[in-house]
């Protein structure tokens, strides 16, 4: 498929306890692609620059799917972890891909090497849930089930510890594309939020800015939206809610009777729509200006754990 053609391209992305990972049509909310995903239920999903690809991490491995064919196997299995991976992401240009998981680790996997072995592991004391990658592309936040924020240097090999709540586990880490405030949920349902500051050949700083019980339940994940100007926080309690970053004070509550667990969400590259995933087996399309329900994508069997989605023009392929 030509560049031209990938620029275009709005990809949906639903992946859950049913084993299968479904490609959307945005705006019929038809299924036009279903792969199968039989080793394990799907925790995380996350597209690589180009859109070439998706990788979805599971039980002891990580699956990449081809988005520009119709089959329904993966294309490249990146093996020999011992536990559940819950966290996957790409460097901006796609050259490598960084993963977290309940074997208390990060790891960096070069996407040029034709081995599929892991280059650098991160070796943390608890099960990792989270991992968030900065937009300078050299430091890996890594959030771990006994409350803390590891900062890995990825340039360095330095790491430091932040640790919000004691004994709570960290959820979701977000940071924001400016690289100027980050955000984490737990799971007492608090949202913790820092400001970032860094300069040449140092360690990004943290400045804590505001601490919001954004849930009386567990939280299950946080998103800072592409203008920086909005936060979501999903949780066990069936809502996403949404804080505006200036006074983090509440915008919207958005609920469905039937969605209960709200297990991930995702910005529209303008801001002004959200997709959330839920454990009813629907994703869903709001309107953030209204707060209404403008799509549902109904298809899956089982709770939607994970989704991606992307409506920003794609990167060049990188050289492999």
């Known amino acids: ?11 949906l992305a639903t992946g859950g306890y049913d084993h299968t990972i479904k490609l959307w049509q945005l705006n019929s909310g038809v299924c036009r692609h279903t792969a199968q995903h039989t080793d394990s239920q799907v925790n995380a999903l996350a597209i690589t620059p180009d859109k070439q690809l998706i990788a979805a991490a599971g039980h002891q491995h990580i699956r990449m799917y081809d988005l520009m064919s119709n089959s329904t196997s993966p294309v490249v299995n990146y093996e020999g972890i011992s536990k559940n991976v819950t966290g996957v992401g790409f460097h901006e240009e796609g050259k490598w891909m960084f993963t977290g998981g309940e074997d208390c680790s990060a790891r960096i996997w070069d996407l040029r090497s034709r081995n599929l072995q892991c280059q650098r592991i991160f070796q943390v004391n608890a099960p990792v849930n989270c991992v968030c990658l900065h937009p300078n592309q050299s430091e890996l936040f890594v959030g771990d089930q006994s409350g803390i924020i590891h900062l890995w240097d990825l340039k360095t090999d330095h790491n430091e510890q932040l640790i919000p709540e004691a004994e709570a586990s960290i959820q979701s880490v977000s940071i924001d594309p400016e690289g100027k405030l980050m955000a984490a949920v737990n799971n007492k349902g608090n949202c913790y939020i ?12 943290l400045r804590p800015r505001h601490r919001i019980q954004a849930h009386r339940r567990y939280a299950l994940a946080c998103s800072l939206s592409p203008d920086s100007k909005l936060l979501v926080t999903c949780s066990a309690d069936q809502t ?33 729509y959200l997709i959330t995933a839920s454990s009813d087996g629907i994703a869903r399309l709001w309107n953030l200006e209204t707060g209404a329900i403008e799509r549902e994508y109904s298809g899956h069997q089982k709770p939607i754990t994970a989704l991606a989605y992307s409506d920003t023009p794609s990167l060049p392929s990188p050289n492999l």
């Open 1 to 11: 498929m030509t560049n031209s053609n990938n620029c275009e391209q709005v990809i």
């Open 194 to 205: 820092w400001a970032l500051t860094s300069s040449d050949e140092v360690t990004t700083k």
């Open 240 to 272: 996403a809610r949404l804080w505006e970053t200036e006074n983090f004070t509440l915008v919207q509550e958005l609920k469905h009777d039937s969605q209960r667990w709200v297990w991930d969400a995702a910005f529209s590259a303008d801001s002004k």
